[in-house]
Structure formats: structure tokens, C-alpha cells
């Protein structure tokens, strides 16, 4: 978790580095969950920039620990290379149908990402670091 956590802030550092002009617009405040925490200026950041979007119900989860699935779209999207996964379908049995299953297979085929020795990338499994 941590280091999920620091690659989402140093992230968002580099992005800090930028000049943006933010405003108070529904896509980026609409994180009620983020209010008040250390990480609110990055989330704002990244949803502006559209590499995170939060779920369905208007929240972001802070807490929520990330999945290989969703750290495979984040990477992908954070590179500005989300439209070069279309078409693309993993080598991997457990992600053939899952959702972020062109991730994944963009984020393999760079090398960026690896799945287990047994052939398997275990989607929702939390993210590790080796």
C-alpha cells in the first residue's frame, strides 16, 4: 500500500511540476471521500488529467488498496497510452474477460508488467513490489 501510495505522489509531483489551471468542476470534486486528506491535491491532479476516475458512486476509496487490474490501467493511462490497447488481449487465462483485460495485455507486451510463473496474472490481486 505504500508503495502505491508513493508512486501515486511522486506522480503527482512530477505533474505538479506542470502548470495547470484548476477549477472547481464536478469531475474533480465530486470525491467527497478525499476532502481533507493529505492525498486530495493528487487526486484532484490525477482525475483532472483523467488517469484515475473514482467508482461509480461518486468516491474515490482512498483507503481501498489498489489491484494489479486497476495499477495495470493506472500505468497505462498515466502514460498517455490508452489508446493503443484496443485490440490487445492478454496471454494470461484469468484476465481473458476481465475488464481491464487490454490493459493488461498493453501493459505485458511493454514489458511494464509481469504475470506469476504458473502463467496466471491473478487481476484482482493487490499490487506487490519485487
Known amino acids: ?13 512530477i505533474l505538479g511540476s506542470f502548470s495547470f489551471a484548476f477549477g472547481a468542476d464536478a469531475k474533480t470534486d465530486r470525491f467527497s471521500d478525499v476532502a481533507g ?6 487526486v484532484k ?5 483523467g ?3 473514482g467508482y ?9 488498496v489498489v489491484t494489479r487490474a486497476e495499477m495495470a ?22 484476465a481473458k474477460g476481465h475488464w481491464a483485460q487490454n490493459f493488461i495485455a498493453y501493459a505485458a507486451s511493454l514489458g511494464i508488467i509481469e504475470g506469476y510463473p504458473d ?11 519485487q
Open 1 to 13: 500500500m505504500r508503495k502505491v501510495l508513493s508512486f501515486v505522489l511522486v506522480l503527482s509531483l
Open 37 to 42: 486528506l493529505e492525498c486530495e491535491g493528487a
Open 45 to 49: 491532479v490525477l482525475a483532472e488529467l
Open 51 to 53: 488517469v484515475v476516475n
Open 56 to 64: 461509480t458512486d461518486g468516491t474515490y476509496r482512498p483507503e481501498k
Open 73 to 94: 490501467k493506472l500505468i497505462v493511462v498515466a502514460l498517455g497510452l490508452e489508446d493503443y490497447v484496443k485490440g490487445m488481449y492478454p496471454n494470461f487465462n484469468d
Open 119 to 129: 502463467g496466471t496474472f491473478r487481476p484482482n490481486n493487490t499490487v506487490t513490489y
